[in-house]
């Protein structure tokens, strides 16, 4: 015996096919937020994952070569540890050429790496305001595909004359479907806000930290790595 498949009449696509422009368009502006969402929260945790990493590395790479220069070479092009390095340097070379007798070296090299760590916390926090608007707004998008929902329910009443369950079934699944939608926007935006902001402070403690010893490195003239120990001389039989 054969079993005939039955449309749902009160499912998704029967919502938006009832609801017409404002449902479809609310719908899709629903979707286009929720993709946009999460394509922020995966790229950012891959930048915040790499920069960590680096950070774990620096000790190994960085820190075991004879000066800045060598070991800038050593990281990765695109690294913000290595863009301190190098606008750090540049910062150093300007001053010995330029500044000398006008802007103390300790105060120039710091507002140069300053002005770089800056740069690099705005690249890691952008997008993240995107997905604070998409948690606060996408509740208040869904309620509106809710509120419509309700008025075309109540202009059936209206017309029927009686409220029957096949009159209002119809409209008021599609604003319980825009509620959810709403909220199944937003709570991936607003947890994902939250847990990249934390792991950008975890991030940014790590640039500053890095920044604080590249700056002593610079204004000292100290040596990255530190000379080989002299090895002990015998003891004298």
């Known amino acids: ?19 017409g422009i404002i449902a479809q ?29 680096e950070a774990g590395e620096l000790e190994k ?6 000066d800045l220069k060598t070991g800038a070479s050593k990281l990765d092009k695109n690294s913000p540890f290595r863009q301190i390095v190098d606008d750090g340097l540049r910062a150093a070379d300007h001053h010995e050429g330029r500044l000398t007798d006008k802007i103390d070296q300790h105060e120039w090299v710091t507002m140069a790496l300053n002005r770089s760590n800056a740069g690099i916390s705005g690249k890691l926090q952008n997008g993240l ?25 109540l202009i059936n009443i209206g017309l029927a004359g009686q409220a029957s ?28 806000y939250n847990w990249l902001i934390k792991r950008n402070k975890t991030v940014a403690e790590k640039l500053n930290n890095f920044m604080s010893d590249v700056h002593g490195a610079l204004v000292s003239g100290a040596r990255v790595a530190p000379s080989a120990p002299a090895a002990p001389k015998p003891a004298a039989k």
């Open 1 to 19: 015996m054969e079993t005939v498949a039955v449309e749902n009449p009160y499912g998704l696509q029967a919502a938006l096919e009832q609801g």
């Open 61 to 66: 790479k960085f820190w075991t070569a004879p």
């Open 165 to 192: 369950i096949d009159k209002v079934a119809g409209p008021v699944g599609e604003a319980l479907i825009m509620t959810a939608l709403g909220l199944a926007v937003a709570v991936p935006a607003v947890l994902g």
């Open 25 to 53: 368009s609310v719908f899709g502006i629903l979707v286009f937020m929720s993709l946009a969402s999460w394509f922020i929260i995966i790229t950012k945790y891959i930048d915040q994952r790499k920069v960590l990493s």
């Open 129 to 153: 305001s995107f997905l604070a608007s998409v948690g606060s707004t996408s509740p208040f998008i869904g309620l509106f595909g809710t509120v419509v929902g309700i008025y075309r329910a």
